[in-house]
């Protein structure tokens, strides 16, 4: 073939990802949820299966074709607490965690059994939303040293100062961090300017480059971060 074989730095692991957005149920009819499309967790089991990973992809809401690969196991999941019971169900068997999915921070307090009907008492709703578990953190205080989490940080402001508490605060070994709704805004874009945060090294700024080529080089330090810990 005219095209080199990827290498295969990720042979013999086991990679767990998400991707996608949470839909948080207001009824039956109407749910809470947001703008992810799911591209960058879906580019990221692509680009770990090229590189010999076992790939399981837990995906909520996606706007984006899903891998069809014998070495990409898919989930789906709708809810934030679906979210969490499917990565507590799987994590122990992986070797990396990776947090690519958009999770709702917040969820309506209680959903309805029925839907909510128009009234014509009042023209205003107000839903009461509770906080969601937070995935990363909790799952990364049960994480052993052989296994490497990365999480990602979508800032509108304050980029590096926001990313940095999440690595500390999360627990993660890796947080890639970017930059939302700003002209080189992540969401629905095609290319992505990623900045990496890890506990030992300066914050590390790679240039904009498509979201396929962000999630092969996140990979490939995955790779290197799972070597080291052998
Ligand atoms: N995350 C998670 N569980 C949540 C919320 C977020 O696991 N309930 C993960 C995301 O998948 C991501 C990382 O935490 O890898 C950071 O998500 P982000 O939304 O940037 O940060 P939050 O901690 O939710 O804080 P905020 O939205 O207020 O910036
Ligand atoms: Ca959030």
Known sequence: SLLAPAPQELAGKRVLITAG??????DPVRFIGNRSSGKMGVSLATAAAAMGAQVTLIVGQVSVGLPDSPQVEVVHVES?????????DHF??????????????????????????????????????VE????????????RPDQVVVGFA???????????????????????????????????????????LTPDATPDRWPKMSKNAVAQRIMKLLGQKLKLGD
């Open 80 to 88: 934030t607490e679906e979210l969490l019971a499917a990565v507590q």
């Open 154 to 196: 979508a800032e509108t402001q304050h980029l590096l100062a926001n990313a940095q508490r999440k690595l500390a605060s999360k627990g993660a070994d890796i947080i890639v961090a970017n930059q939302v709704g700003g002209p080189s805004s992540a969401f629905a874009s095609e290319d992505d300017q990623v900045t990496i």
């Open 21 to 26: 957005g949470t839909r948080e149920n207001i």
């Open 132 to 143: 969601t578990p937070d995935i990363l953190q909790t799952v990364a205080k049960t994480k």
């Open 92 to 129: 122990t068997k992986t070797d990396a965690l990776v947090m690519a999915a958009a999770v709702a921070d917040y969820r309506p307090v209680k959903a309805a059994a029925e839907k909510v009907k128009k009234t014509s008492e009042h023209d205003e709703w107000a839903i009461k939303l």
